[in-house]
């Protein structure tokens, strides 16, 4: 059974950092590559990041160097480290394995003052 589990959603404040985690199982891992999303509330879900298989990576424009994705093939597990945090960044993470179709139930992050 595939599944996909997101962690590390919290409230922080404006310039602050979190780390997202998804923890994957199901299926072979280190074969195929892990995309996250993220739906806010002015917009629909939008590509955040994406971590190829061998660890290529590719970000949403407004990402703007300010996030980074990585992969830990030992531990079937997907980061997205978010620095310098703004108030638009405020929204549900969803972690997405795009070969399977599947997605998780995402994670929330909330950015405030």
């Known amino acids: 059974q595939v599944q996909l589990v997101e962690s590390g959603g919290n409230l922080v404040q404006p310039g602050g950092s979190l780390t997202l985690s998804c923890r994957v199982s199901g299926f072979r891992f280190s074969r195929e590559g892990i995309s996250w999303y993220r739906q806010t509330p002015r917009k629909a879900r939008e590509f955040v990041a994406h971590v190829a298989r061998g660890g290529t990576t590719n970000y949403g424009d407004f990402v703007k160097g300010r996030f980074t994705v990585s992969r830990d093939n030992r531990s079937n597990t997907v980061y997205l480290q978010m620095n310098n945090l703004r108030l638009e960044d405020t929204g549900v993470y969803y972690c997405?394995?795009?070969?399977?179709?599947?997605w998780g139930r995402g994670t929330q992050v909330n950015v405030s003052s």
């Open positions: 997405n394995a795009p070969d399977r179709k599947a």
